[in-house]
């Protein structure tokens, strides 16, 4: 009896086991972890919205974003407009300034200079790629460190190479912040990015090197890029290229961070193929909405950061004036 009882419950148990563990299988997700950056920029944006607040109380005006746009290029324009409803959304000026593609040099350094001058602007962002006979360092060069708030001017680079503090290319830190506040361990990983831009690439490496990953740079030039991308355990790809790397360029639970934005028909496709590397990857940054509303909320702390340190510096100066 006692035994027939045990039986019965022993079968009762695995019942409930096998029940349990189809509910559980049928409940699990499926496919990879999607590293999304809206609700982290929905969180910076809330503290955003607050603190421009206060600094229009104090200083009595809201900051201006001025974004130098030279000639058209599609994935520019996604962007832009992603940044100006992120200005508009935390109560920040946001001002295009468009320049046709056949402008000249000097003509597009004269209008950063202008913008240089102007007190309304606490930052300056330029947005790449400029037209091929447009140098690059000589835009980068006229810009003022202390509105240089993507950190492109050679000042801000070298601080970020030294590891000190200035102002860091926003889509770079985005690409490292999503990793950490996704609750993604660097220090100590094989970490390897695609793509050595002055503007993603190399302080994206930077970035990762400051939180103790193993870093690796690959580029246009490095033979058999899958293999060198098979070793990686957290891939960040920032090529321009899209659908540059597939899934049997990735090993197993590797986590990636899809910086590519490009324009392909009437969408929007990242460097890597999400359709090939969801199988295979453990997390991944969806395009859009991976990266990209991050980096524009990252910009706007920069701009809080310039605006506010411009704001004291021409406070000072005026007391020092009334002082004489």
Known sequence: ?????????????????????????????????????????????????????????????????????VGADAPSAVYLQQILRTCEKVGVLGRLVGIGSDVTPDAVCNEIERLNADPAVAGIIVQMPLPARIPLRTVIDSIDPAKDIDGIHPRNAGLLSLGYDGFLPATAQAAVEILKRSGIEIA????????????????????????????????????????????????????????????????????????????????????????????????????????????????????????????ERSAAAAESVAAR
Not at 229 to 236: C, G, K, N, S, Y
Not at 251 to 266: A, K
Request: net charge positive; no cysteine.
């Open 1 to 69: 009896m006692k035994g027939g009882s045990d039986g019965a419950a022993a079968s009762s148990a695995t019942a409930s086991s096998a029940s349990t563990s189809s509910a559980t299988a049928s409940s699990a997700p499926t496919g990879p972890r999607l590293l999304t950056g809206g609700p982290i920029a929905a969180q910076i944006r809330e503290g955003l919205t607050a603190d421009f607040a206060a600094f229009k109380e104090r200083w009595g005006y809201s900051p201006t974003l001025a974004i130098v746009l």
């Open 188 to 311: 100590g990983k094989r970490v390897v990015v695609v793509g050595r831009s002055n503007v993603v690439g190399k302080p994206a490496a930077l970035l990762l090197m400051r939180e103790h990953g193993t870093v690796s740079i690959l580029h246009s030039k490095t033979r058999d890029l899958g293999h060198h991308t098979r070793d990686a355990e957290i891939l960040v790809v920032a090529a321009g290229k899209p659908g540059l790397v597939t899934g049997e360029m990735l090993s197993p639970g590797v986590v990636v961070v899809d910086v590519g934005i490009n324009v392909v028909g009437d969408k929007l496709l990242g460097d890597v193929d999400f359709e090939s590397a969801k199988g295979v990857v453990s997390a991944i940054t969806p395009v859009p909405g991976g990266v990209g509303p991050l980096t524009n909320a990252l910009l706007l702390t920069h701009l809080l950061q310039a605006a506010t340190a411009q704001a």
